[in-house]
């Protein structure tokens, strides 16, 4: 019996992910910076919509064995200095 088109499409992305693990965890590091500089920033120029989509993606995307706040903790220390990682 031959695939419609939808389940050949959900079959390749199944097979072929468009996030490699690796491009997972450098995202969610990414959004946890922008997160952190955000709310940084004088009330006034933080970009409030933004942040929340960024938080919303971070909470979507981050491995449930680190979590969010696990990114967020550790880009905090890294931008204070206080932590070094690779």
């Known amino acids: 019996m ?12 199944e097979a ?4 490699t693990e690796r491009d997972r965890l450098v995202m969610c590091k990414a959004l946890a910076y922008a997160i952190v500089t955000i709310e940084r920033l004088p009330r006034q120029q933080q970009e409030v919509s933004d942040k929340e989509a960024m938080l919303a993606l971070l909470d979507q995307r981050a491995p449930a064995n680190l979590g969010t706040e696990w990114f967020l903790e550790r ?5 204070d200095g206080t932590e070094f990682t690779a």
């Open 2 to 13: 031959a695939l419609s088109g939808g389940e050949r499409q959900r079959r390749y992305r």
């Open 16 to 19: 072929h992910p468009l996030l």
């Open 75 to 79: 880009a905090i220390k890294n931008i």
